[in-house]
């Protein structure tokens, strides 16, 4: 191959464009053995691929796609958002998968117990754009718990606790009742709220997320999906720039 083809780009970019994953976490994918390029393993970053080459994933065979997806789902209680499980649990992408035929994957999580909006998209720029800190983009939620929360533990939650070393911090708040509040999340580490909660040994009931971005969950059925709209999409986009 040829490295100085104009039509060349970045092993990681193109796994990007691939819908695989975002470019950092390609990048990790890359150092870790998944790909190769022409049947060779190739750990080294930067490494450049053109139209000639056949790049693969754990033996799949990638393609640049052209046509892009966002979609927002619904996750019903007891769906894991991963695109296999060894325990054989029910996968929030078995919702979706088989009305399309590109690869899709989950934009952030949210785990087996909790509910709610979550994105899926083949496009590993906006993953980047939605999941990365830097974007500053709310996640809101609707937590019910079986103790009533004391103001006290939303205000620490708000200054930023650590909890096994890991970083955790509240953006803002709002009481429906004792029992029930809204949070906002600019981040949303995995399973941040629930291991606050927990580490304040208040047992959540319900953990909920009805909104990301500027993106409502609405009236979209426990299970069902819709597409973003074009606004939507260029909405977040707009964020991963400032």
């Known amino acids: ?27 990790f994918l890359i150092s870790e053995g998944f790909v190769k390029v022409n049947g060779k ?34 996750k019903p209680h007891l769906y894991l958002c991963s695109n296999s499980d060894p325990q054989g649990r029910s996968l929030a992408i078995d919702l979706i998968k088989s009305d399309f035929q590109e690869r899709l994957y989950n934009v952030g999580r949210l785990d087996y117990l909790s509910t709610g909006l979550i994105f899926f998209t083949n496009d590993g720029n906006f993953t980047k754009i939605v999941a990365h800190p830097s974007s500053g983009i709310e996640k809101e939620y609707i937590v019910e718990t079986k103790q009533a929360i004391d103001e006290q533990i939303l205000l620490d939650f708000m200054k930023g606790v650590s909890i096994d070393g890991e970083k955790y911090k509240l953006d803002s708040y709002k009481y429906k009742t004792k029992f029930k509040v809204r949070l906002i999340l600019l981040e949303g580490k995995n399973r941040e709220i629930r291991r606050f909660f927990q580490s304040r040994n208040i047992k959540i009931r319900k953990l909920h997320r009805i909104r990301i971005g500027i993106v409502q969950l609405n009236n979209i059925p426990s299970g069902s999906y819709r597409y973003l709209t074009k606004k939507e999409v260029a909405w977040f986009f707009k964020k991963g720039k400032t």
Do not use: C, P, W
Request: aromatic share 6%; net charge positive; hydrophobic share 35%.
């Open 1 to 27: 191959m040829d490295n100085n083809k104009t039509e060349d780009m970045r092993l990681q970019v193109f796994m990007a464009h691939s819908g695989v994953a975002s470019r950092r976490k390609s990048e």
């Open 41 to 74: 393993v190739v750990t080294q970053m930067g490494y450049r691929v053109g139209t000639d080459d056949t790049v693969t994933y754990k033996g799949q065979v990638l393609h640049i796609i052209n046509k892009k997806l966002y979609l927002a789902l619904n």
